[in-house]
Structure formats: C-alpha cells, structure tokens
C-alpha cells in the first residue's frame, strides 16, 4: 500500500491585513461621507469647468440646506466705475456655514483612505489576493454568467456567508470597479480641487476639465460609493450578518 500525501486544506479566511485594512477604509470613508454633506451643505452647488462661485450659473443645485437657491443677496455693486469691474453683493441673512471643522476632518480622513488604500493594492498585488479571490477566473466572465449573478442578486437568491472571500462574478465586477476605478477617482478629484496640489501637478486640472469639474465628478463618484456601501451591507445582512462580521473581524 502506498501512502498518499496528506493535502493542506486551501484557506477560506479572510487575511488578517484585509479586515484591518477594511475597517480603516470603512472608518475613514464614513467620516469622508459626513464632512462632505457638511462641505456641501454650506455650498449646494456644483458647476463645470475652471471657476463656479454663487455670481455665477450653477450647473445644477441641491436643496440639501438653507443655503439651496437662497435668493439673499442685495443689489450687486461695481468695486470700480469702469467697465467689466468685480462686483460684490452682500448676503440679506446668515448662511449655512460649517466649512472649518468640516474641511478639516474631510482633509485629515483622506489621508486615512488614501494610505490604507495604497497598504491595500500593495498586499494585494504581492500576496496574490486580486489574481485569487477578486479578478474573474479565465472563462468565468461571460455576458450570460454575469446576467444570470445580476437577476440571482435582484431577486434576493443570496448565497449564504462562508468562512473567507470566495466571491460570486458579480461581486467580484463590482469590488474590481470600486477598487481600481471609483476610488482612485474619487481620491484625484479631491487632490484636483487644492491649489496646493494643482499648483505642483497642473495637469490634474486638465485632466478632469478643471477644479469645479473635478468637484462634480467627485461628487457622482461619491454617490456611486454610497450606492455600493448600501447594497453591501444590504448583501450582507441578506447572506448571514453574525457569519459575515464574525469572518471579517475576530473570528473565522
């Protein structure tokens, strides 16, 4: 009789570096989400191109303070007698103004993003975990495969939580999309928008058409995150919530 090897059981937990690193992004992204309502609350409009200021058209305003549409201005007056003068108006009663404690944790929170995000693609890269557990396998991505995950997920048919990261087709498209598209994203048009940053890298401001621009593209990335943020917690109260945070903090 001859012996056969005794295999090693492949693991199926998440790595330690994963759950630390996705409770740093988790943290610093809600508190991302809450200085940016507040940011935006004080100026609820957004705009297209170089410049945007409450003189000039908006490309589309939100009714999210009472700063939305607030018509308080008194009559413009030119600083100077001569043509094409700057004009100034004064406000008629006191705005929404949260801009100091706001920037400041939305500035201070990005950094905790950024640098857990660049942790996360280097560990992700050298261990093997995007080619293993999150990039869709050779002939695993087809349109029919893909359809029949999307139809499985509308439907609430979720698979019930396993011990680690073994991902349907549709949650890996969807981790690959946020990961390596809206988040890279999300971090550049928010470097756009500091003189400071755009001042050493010009190009930033060329590339996404120019600070206001780069703060509307920010803005609709960050609804898509939000979007993605719902349905994941959705999903996973759906697929098992005691299993699921139990693999993705202390336990197995």
């Keep these: 009789?001859?012996?056969?090897?005794?295999?090693?059981?492949?693991?199926?937990?998440?790595?330690?570096?994963v759950k630390i690193l996705h409770w740093v992004v988790t943290g610093s992204f809600l508190a991302l989400a809450f200085s940016g309502v507040v940011i935006l609350m004080c100026h609820p409009r957004l705009y297209w191109g170089e410049v945007g200021n409450d003189l000039t058209p908006a490309l589309f305003e939100l009714p999210i303070s009472r700063n939305y549409q607030h018509g308080g201005w008194t009559t413009s007056m030119p600083f100077f007698r001569q043509a094409g003068s700057p004009v100034s108006a004064d406000r008629t009663y006191d705005?929404?103004?949260?801009?100091?404690?706001g920037r400041s944790l939305h500035f201070l929170s990005a950094w905790f993003l950024v640098v857990a995000g660049?942790?996360?693609?280097?560990?992700?890269?050298?261990?093997?975990?995007?080619r293993k557990h999150l990039w869709p396998q050779?002939?695993?991505?087809t349109g029919a495969a893909f359809w029949r995950d999307v139809v499985s997920h509308v439907r609430m048919k979720v698979p019930a939580a396993t011990h680690g990261p073994q991902y349907g087709l549709l949650q890996k498209c969807t981790y690959v999309v946020v990961i390596f598209f809206l988040?890279?994203?999300?971090?550049?048009?928010?470097?756009?928008?500091s003189p400071a940053i755009t001042a050493a890298y010009p190009f930033l401001l060329k590339l996404f058409l120019g600070a206001q621009s780069a703060?509307?593209?920010?803005?609709?990335?960050?609804?898509?995150l939000m979007l993605f943020l719902l349905i994941h917690v959705v999903m996973?109260?759906?697929s098992g919530f005691k299993q699921q945070i139990r693999s993705m903090t202390l336990g197995d």
């Design 1 to 17: 009789m001859i012996a056969l090897p005794t295999l090693k059981p492949i693991s199926t937990h998440h790595a330690t570096w």
């Design 215 to 224: 703060r509307t593209i920010h803005f609709f990335a960050f609804l898509a």
């Design 236 to 238: 996973v109260i759906r």
């Design 183 to 193: 988040l890279p994203l999300i971090v550049l048009t928010g470097l756009t928008m």
């Design 118 to 130: 660049l942790v996360y693609l280097l560990m992700g890269i050298y261990t093997g975990h995007f």
């Design 138 to 141: 050779s002939g695993e991505l």
């Design 95 to 101: 705005i929404f103004n949260q801009n100091g404690w």
